[in-house]
Every structure is written in C-alpha cells, then in structure tokens.
C-alpha cells in the first residue's frame, strides 16, 4: 500500500497485517516451549517427588502429631498435648541418654577430623601407592555402620580378646572393655575415629587444591612446617573443615547399630551405651511408647538443628572462601 507520497511501504496493507498478527505468536511458542520442557524435568523428578513426600515428609508429619499423643500401636492415638515433652524434662534415663551422646559427639567427631586430616596430609605428600592406601583408608567407612563390624569390634574389646591380650603383653590388665561401664564410650569413640575414611577422601581434594605457591612464598619469609601448616593450610582448609565437621557431628548424633549391638540392645552395661537414638528405640519398640519416642525425635531434630544454626553463624569469623578481603 503507498504512502501519501506514492511510495509503496513495505509491511503495510494486508501483507502487513499478516505479518504483524504473526509477530506475537512468537512468544507463545516459546512459552509452550518452555512448558515442555519443564513437564519434562517435572517427570524426570516425580520418582525422587513421591519417594520424599511419602517416605520422608509423610512420616515426619505423621510423627508430629503423634509426639502429642499417648500412642503405643495398638489402640488409637489420644491427644494429650505437651505432656510427653514435660515427662522428657523429669526423665532420667532420657538426660542420661543426652550426656552420653553429647560427650560421643563433642570428644568423638574432633578426633575422627583431627585423624582424617592428619593421613590427608600425609597421603598428600606421597604419590607411589597414595591410591592403595586412599582405597584402604576409605573402606571402614563403607562398612563401618554395619552390624557385623559391631559384633566384631565388641569381640575385639570382650575378654580375652585380642585388644585385651595386646594390652597384657604390656602390663595394662584392664579386662573385657565391654564389661566395664566407664570403658564403653572411649571404645564407642575408637570405632568413630576408625571410620575417618570419608572425611580424609574430602580433606585430600580440599589438599590438592591449596596453590603450591603459597607455600613456597612462605617458605622464602621463613615459615617452618608448623607455621605453614596454621597459616596456610588451615585457613585455605577451614571450608572444607566447616563441611567435615558439620556432616560428622550430624551423624554423630545418629550413632545407633554399633551401640545398639555392643550394648545388647539394652542400654548396658549400666546405662554405658543409652545413646539418645537407642533409647529412642527402646521406648518406641520395646515400651511401645511411640508419642513419647516422636517427641524424643524432634527434640533432636531441633537441637541438631540449633547447634548447625550456630555453626554456621560462627563460620563467618572463622571460615575463609576465596575471594574474601577479611
């Protein structure tokens, strides 16, 4: 169609209004476009979706109500409020349970990364045969958790046992450790620190990508072994510090088969091994005191919880990323 000037525009009259009634159909194409594909990622996640909400947070939910009920697997839940929280606070066994775990976790989890960093380092500094013993250091860490170690690591302290009979060849007669009360969480706590596998495997990546400059730059200012190790590995270390030591203390405080197996599932020797999950256990399955067991669970969710909340409010101070100016 001309213009006033006779000149034909291109675009204008009916060609143009073509044209022009196309151009927003781009968009929609897109957007369908853009539907699609997240249908697409929608059903490639629906398997990990429906395994969450019914395996995870279906139970957590139903466990929530049923800590504020009386609940013992056979009649019906009855509504009692807070009451299985205040039985909580006059428990002994249950603050025995906490005292143990707590010391389990602060004593254990420091040893466990203090060995893992230790053998990181070492393999770090060694290339012939590093992947023989990376292979060897990491497989307790695999079968750690099992059952059957827990029966053998409990053979191992029993009396007569072959810690038992190293420690005589020395004069140390202490007997069975397993028998003894106060000699069952130092045991609990060798059998954590032989786990320090999985920690150790992290530790060396976190070595392996220090710049070997920083090193060499302190080497020409004078820094011995020690200092370089505090003022360069530590703090190009301290995230992967602050990953380990968050990943193992949450697992600490899950600590269960070993102590339930070692203790007989009783809590014994006198109490020795009424870790805060076993005892969980024991009012859930063997009292059938399932509201009282669901709120003891989230009395521990929150207070793990807490202590992550605190942990990561302290990394600010203490935790160096790349990039950072402090």
């Known amino acids: 169609m001309p213009d006033k000037n006779g000149i034909a525009v291109p675009g204008a009259g009916p060609a143009g209004n073509t044209r022009r009634a ?19 990622g929608y059903l490639f996640l629906s398997p990990w979706l429906v395994g969450f909400v019914v ?8 466990s929530l109500y049923l800590s504020f009920t009386s609940y013992n697997l056979f009649t019906a839940p009855q509504w009692i409020g807070f009451d299985n929280f205040t039985r909580m606070a006059q428990d002994d066994k249950f603050w025995q349970s ?22 990181a380092m070492l393999l770090n500094y ?34 007569d046992g072959p810690v038992d009979g190293a420690l005589n ?18 045991m609990m706590i060798l059998l954590a ?13 976190g070595l392996k990508g220090v710049p070997p400059e920083l090193y060499e730059a302190a080497s020409m200012d004078g820094a011995g072994a020690w200092r370089r190790f505090v003022s360069v590995t530590l703090p190009m270390l301290s995230p992967v510090i602050f990953f380990n030591l968050l990943l193992e203390m949450i697992n600490a405080f899950q600590v269960f088969a070993s102590a339930y197996i070692i203790g007989s ?35 521990l969710l929150l207070a793990v919880g807490v202590i992550a909340f605190f942990l990561f409010r302290s990394s600010k101070g203490w935790v160096t990323y790349a990039g950072d100016t402090k």
């Open 55 to 62: 395996l995870t947070l279906g139970p957590m939910l139903v």
């Open 265 to 299: 599932g009783t809590g014994g020797p006198a109490g020795a091994t009424n870790f805060y999950t076993v005892y969980l256990y024991t009012r859930a399955f063997t009292n059938n005191q399932m509201g009282y067991a669901s709120a003891m669970a989230w009395v």
């Open 98 to 119: 906490v005292r143990i775990t707590l010391i389990y976790v602060l004593v254990g989890t420091p040893i466990k990364l203090a060995a893992a960093l230790g053998v």
């Open 193 to 205: 620190v032989w786990q320090f596998g999985a920690p150790m495997v992290i530790f060396l990546a």
């Open 126 to 159: 060694r290339s012939k045969g590093s992947g023989f013993f990376r292979s060897a250091f990491y497989a307790p860490s695999l079968i750690g958790a099992s059952v059957s170690v827990a029966i053998v690591w409990r053979a191992m302290f029993s009396t």
């Open 169 to 186: 060849i020395f004069g140390v007669d202490i007997g069975g450790w397993v028998g003894i009360p106060s000699m069952i969480l130092p």
């Open 22 to 40: 196309a151009t927003p159909g781009a968009p929609v194409k897109r957007k369908s476009k853009i539907s699609r594909d997240n249908l697409a």
